[in-house]
């Protein structure tokens, strides 16, 4: 068999391009070389938004794009992404209250029409929002989307299945060759397999495949390691805070997973995508971040995990890395069998950056669009309301309880009835390896989530590992091991 498209890459552009190319009819293998948004699409500050920070660096194309894209994936996924407010606070801030409040009437309006509430001045009725802070004067209020990026990545590289596409993960590429008018692969795993289009979406590692596949590139990538911890939590509500630091920098601290917060992002050139792990640099750094605004103070004794990421930026010249354009750029080779490589882009982007990979390849590819992703629900998103559809849950399968059903209902949508089918008590969930995580969610991720290890339910597929003590993942690790 020869394939239309083979995609090397299994983090968010790469799914999203799988699902664009399979919904169009096309034959499509996606191989991975560990698991689906092992790095950098699990390692975001887990955000669906359009970047108000962008728009101080004239990046406007690229802030219009990404609102109207958080417009369509809140009614695509509306089960994983939801809104959320966003306090900025004033006092002590570097740019002046003129340029914040153009920035905010900017970014309600360069989008288009926005289901969200529009921005406005932080006032003293706001006693929720007002509280946390050190110093409760002037401020702002705004919205964008909180997501579980992992899982947005997944259900990219599920729905792609469904609409035919093959999915391979732990295989990496060895070599590719152009040969008879075609791209001859060789897999990790002995396989030799053709394919007519060769994609790479290798995120930091994109230049390795380059260097696999044999072609040039006039683009570079300039990787930017982005740390975040997580700390018990700084403040009640379910607000998020944007915090302007002296560098000109911006960090948030959000709501997270169990009453924690999640503080992040730095930003640090890094020479290898292997470089992920955090520094003590820049867990003092993040401490200090929200020290300066909130009243709840940090050390680094109270951080209770950390995760890091390198991006894939494509490199513009910018000087310093805060400053890197976030935007993406596709370089095509046609000299042969096509071949296109992604340099940038995020993840609020992805499904506009894999339509623009399918358009672009189309003339040279000899493909036709047939179909659009602007309105295709992702798997489990397709619920009229979501609160409706939570009690629907609760009705029928009351066992579960408030914390689990909520839980169970943003991982999963509508695909949780299917899981729960037949499930009439809660011994019929199996085993509870603590935190409300049973054996019929696992096994549900094993069999079609691609999860091959325990590691991968944990803390890609969901994210209890921070919630589940080292006895019981020792013991989940264990009962794993029966299933392989």
Not at 25 to 52: N, P, R, W, Y
Not at 393 to 415: D, H, K, Q
Not at 455 to 471: A, H, P, Q, V, Y
């Amino acid at each position: 068999m020869t394939y239309d498209l083979i995609i090397v890459g299994g983090g968010i552009n790469g799914c999203a391009i799988a699902r664009e190319a399979a919904v169009n009819g096309l034959t499509v293998l996606l191989v991975e070389k560990d698991d689906l948004a092992a790095h950098t699409s699990s390692a975001s500050t887990k955000l669906i938004h359009g970047g108000l920070r962008y728009l101080e660096y004239y990046e406007f194309k690229l802030v219009r794009e990404a609102l109207k894209e958080r417009e369509r994936l809140l009614k695509a996924a509306p089960h994983l992404i939801r809104p959320m407010q966003f306090v900025l606070p004033h006092e002590g801030a570097v740019r002046p209250w003129w340029m914040v409040r153009l920035g905010l009437w900017l970014y309600d309006r360069i989008g288009g029409k926005i289901s969200l509430p529009r921005s406005r001045g932080l006032k003293r009725s706001d006693t929720q929002f007002l509280a946390p802070l050190r110093r409760k004067g002037k401020g702002f209020v705004y919205s964008d989307c909180w997501v579980d990026d992992a899982r947005l990545t997944l259900l990219n590289a599920m729905d792609a299945a469904q609409h035919g596409a093959e999915i391979v993960t732990r295989t990496a590429l060895v070599s590719a060759r152009r040969q008879g008018g075609v791209w001859q692969v060789e897999l990790s795993d002995g396989q030799r397999i053709a394919a007519r289009v060769l994609v790479n979406a290798a995120g930091p590692w994109v230049a390795d495949v380059l260097g696999s596949a044999q072609l040039p590139s006039r683009s570079r990538v300039r990787l930017i390691k982005g740390s975040h911890i997580i700390v018990p939590r700084l403040f009640d509500g379910a607000q998020a805070y944007m915090l302007q630091q002296p560098d000109r920098r911006i960090v948030f601290a959000i709501p997270y997973q169990d009453g924690s917060t999640l503080v992040g992002t730095t930003d640090v050139p890094v020479a290898r995508p292997e470089e992920a792990s955090i520094t003590e640099d820049e867990v003092l750094y993040l401490c200090a971040a929200t020290n300066r605004y909130l009243g709840q103070q940090i050390t680094q004794r109270d951080v209770t995990s950390t995760y890091s990421g390198v991006r894939p930026l494509y490199d513009d010249g910018a000087s310093e890395s805060r400053a890197v354009t976030r935007d993406y750029v596709l370089e095509m080779d046609a000299d042969g069998p096509p071949a296109l490589s992604v340099f940038g882009g995020k993840i609020t982007t992805a499904r506009k950056l894999a339509e623009e990979v399918f358009d672009t390849l189309a003339p040279v590819a000899h493909w036709r669009r047939t179909a659009s992703t602007e309105a295709l629900p992702f798997p489990g998103g397709d619920m009229a309301d979501f609160d409706i559809f939570l009690s629907e849950i609760r009705a029928n399968w009351p066992f579960l309880g408030e914390a689990r059903s909520l839980r169970m209902v943003r991982a999963y949508g509508t695909m949780l009835r299917e899981m729960l089918d037949g499930v009439n008590d809660i011994a019929c969930m199996g085993r509870d390896f603590g935190g409300g995580f049973t054996e019929i969610e696992a096994r549900w991720m094993h069999d079609r989530e691609y999860a091959l290890t325990a590691e991968d339910c944990l803390f890609r597929r969901s994210k209890l590992g921070l919630l589940i003590g080292s006895t019981e993942q020792i013991a989940f690790r264990t009962w794993w091991e029966t299933l392989s």
